[in-house]
């Protein structure tokens, strides 16, 4: 007896592209927000100027950031992301982002 498997994707291309995405902690889709808007850009976005000074990993490059959005919807902490990630629909323009690159950082 040959048995078949009818197995159905829980979500669809688009859906499952979004996931991927997506990094834990954002308040919602990457992508979601303003063409060419990272987190880095948004007033949410916390721990403003904090670099990284791992000579091997990312030095001189902004640390990973939490969202304050996503922590006010969620009632607690959420998870640190890249904040070169593209900015979801609640993003709002902070005046004076940091840079991604500590500006005077010498390798
Ligand atoms: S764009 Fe702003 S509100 Fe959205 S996840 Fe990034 S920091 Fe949070």
Known sequence: MQQTMHLTQ???????DRIK???????????????NKTCRECKFMLKH??????AK????RLKPVKCAKHESMMGGKGASFDPATSACRFFQQDP????LVQ???RA
Do not use: I, L, R
């Not at 829980?10 to 499952?16: E, G, V």
């Not at 990993?57 to 001189?60: E, V």
């Not at 004076?96 to 840079?99: A, G, L």
């Open 10 to 16: 829980p979500y669809d291309s688009d859906t499952q």
């Open 21 to 35: 995405s997506t990094p834990a902690g954002m308040a919602h889709w990457a992508g979601s927000g303003p063409e």
């Open 49 to 54: 100027g904090n670099f990284s000074t791992n």
């Open 57 to 60: 990993k990312n030095a001189g």
């Open 96 to 99: 004076e982002p940091p840079s």
């Open 103 to 105: 500006s005077n950082w």
